[in-house]
């Protein structure tokens, strides 16, 4: 695929990580896609969301993944980029970065399988999504597009497949095309969850690991890290034996969740998550194998989160495996990305 141009100041190569201001910090991150050597970031953000955020963080950013656009119910169509998303997109080329679209089979507070069932297994429902995305990025202004189709099962990997190159067949080599993959710390496991990742490859530029959910909210009697290093790792191996390690980007959590306690359980910011502990009087532990941070309050409340500290671990990571960069979910919930000079 061709390499799209970069400014100046995003062609900076990582070099120091972060420098930590008690449970912030700062990441030094820089451009690449697959024909270059450089380090790839994308910053995903909510089509709600304050595109301020965007500028806040576009020296430290590649790409800004936009969430985005749904396949409805019968996985015949997909929705019309919003009002809100087109605004991020032209946030985002204000400071020279691209804008990626997403498109996922999100629905009711959860992804749907029967959903992309319906899509998937159908050529003609194929089809209509393929040129209705290809028209977003042809005559919207979109320069990549991300396949977000989560909660798949083993069936549905022909028809990812298909997907895949259909999609590349219509946008064309030049537009970036990646795809979102849950994370399973075995080769079977990315097989029994609808992903055929060698067939993949050809059709995509980039597959980014959501090495995050390790736990959360669904289960209620287990806290635990929103993706400890041990399991992004095992993860990102386990996926390396069946694509380049340099087209994966891995995938971080800038965010926490808290369980048990008075409130319902939930997905909370970085910054929520401070001021919680803050609040409750109670000194949060850094746990260095997990990569993240912990607390648990005096009303029983337990409180896990993944901030820029955590992000240093995960670029260090990404490194050390050769992978081509990493994905940060999300802009409104993480530490500020700033660029260390």
Same mark, same amino acid.
């Given at each position: 695929? #061709?390499?799209?141009?970069?400014? &100046?100041?995003?062609?900076?190569?990582?070099?120091?990580?972060?420098?930590?201001?008690?449970?912030?910090?700062?990441?030094?991150?820089?451009?690449?896609?697959?024909?270059?050597?450089?380090?790839?970031?994308?910053?995903?953000?909510?089509?709600?969301?304050?595109?301020?955020?965007?500028?806040?963080?576009?020296?430290?950013?590649?790409?800004?993944?936009?969430?985005?656009?749904?396949?409805?119910?019968?996985?015949?169509?997909?929705?019309?980029?919003?009002?809100?998303?087109?605004?991020?997109?032209?946030?985002?080329?204000?400071?020279?970065?691209?804008?990626?679209?997403?498109?996922?089979?999100?629905?009711?507070?959860?992804?749907?399988?029967?959903?992309?069932?319906?899509?998937?297994?159908?050529?003609?429902?194929?089809?209509?999504?393929?040129?209705?995305?290809?028209?977003?990025?042809?005559?919207?202004?979109? +320069?990549?597009?991300? #396949?977000?189709?989560?909660?798949?099962?083993?069936?549905?990997?022909?028809?990812?497949?298909?997907?895949?190159?259909?999609?590349?067949?219509?946008?064309?080599?030049?537009?970036?095309?990646? #795809?979102?993959?849950?994370?399973?710390?075995? &080769?079977?496991?990315?097989?029994?969850?609808?992903?055929?990742?060698?067939?993949?490859?050809?059709?995509? +530029?980039?597959?980014?690991?959501?090495?995050?959910?390790?736990?959360?909210?669904?289960?209620?009697?287990?806290?635990?890290?929103?993706?400890?290093?041990?399991?992004?790792?095992?993860?990102?191996?386990?996926?390396?034996?069946?694509?380049?390690? +340099?087209? #994966?980007?891995?995938?971080?959590?800038?965010?926490?969740?808290?369980?048990?306690?008075?409130?319902?359980?939930?997905?909370?910011?970085?910054?929520?998550?401070?001021?919680?502990?803050?609040?409750?009087?109670?000194?949060?532990?850094?746990?260095?194998?997990?990569?993240?941070?912990?607390?648990?309050?005096?009303?029983?409340?337990?409180?896990?989160?993944?901030? &820029?500290?955590?992000?240093?671990?995960?670029?260090?990571?990404?490194?050390?495996?050769?992978?081509?960069?990493?994905?940060?979910?999300?802009?409104?919930?993480?530490?500020?990305?700033?660029?260390?000079?």
């Amino acid at each position: 695929m #061709i390499t799209r141009p970069r400014s &100046a100041l995003l062609a900076v190569a990582l070099t120091a990580g972060l420098v930590l201001t008690g449970c912030t910090g700062t990441a030094n991150v820089a451009a690449n896609d697959r024909t270059t050597t450089d380090f790839d970031v994308t910053g995903f953000q909510p089509e709600g969301a304050d595109p301020m955020l965007i500028d806040t963080n576009a020296a430290a950013v590649d790409v800004v993944g936009v969430d985005g656009l749904l396949v409805n119910r019968t996985g015949t169509r997909v929705t019309a980029p919003s009002h809100e998303a087109r605004t991020q997109r032209d946030r985002a080329h204000a400071r020279g970065l691209a804008a990626q679209l997403l498109v996922s089979n999100y629905a009711d507070g959860d992804f749907s399988e029967p959903i992309a069932r319906r899509m998937l297994r159908s050529a003609a429902n194929r089809a209509h999504v393929v040129r209705s995305l290809a028209a977003d990025v042809q005559t919207g202004g979109w +320069d990549s597009v991300m #396949i977000d189709l989560e909660a798949l099962d083993a069936a549905d990997a022909p028809g990812l497949t298909a997907f895949a190159r259909e999609l590349r067949t219509a946008v064309g080599d030049d537009v970036r095309l990646d #795809i979102a993959l849950s994370a399973s710390t075995t &080769a079977a496991g990315y097989a029994r969850t609808g992903y055929d990742i060698r067939a993949l490859r050809a059709p995509l +530029d980039h597959l980014t690991l959501m090495a995050y959910d390790e736990h959360g909210p669904w289960e209620p009697d287990a806290p635990g890290p929103v993706g400890s290093l041990p399991w992004a790792t095992k993860s990102a191996r386990a996926l390396a034996t069946l694509a380049p390690a +340099d087209q #994966i980007v891995l995938g971080v959590a800038g965010y926490g969740y808290h369980w048990q306690g008075p409130r319902p359980a939930g997905q909370l910011s970085d910054d929520q998550a401070r001021r919680r502990v803050r609040k409750a009087g109670t000194t949060p532990t850094w746990n260095a194998t997990a990569g993240e941070w912990t607390a648990t309050l005096p009303s029983g409340e337990v409180l896990w989160w993944s901030d &820029a500290r955590s992000l240093r671990e995960r670029v260090a990571l990404a490194e050390r495996l050769g992978l081509t960069g990493v994905a940060v979910w999300s802009l409104d919930l993480s530490d500020t990305l700033d660029t260390v000079h």
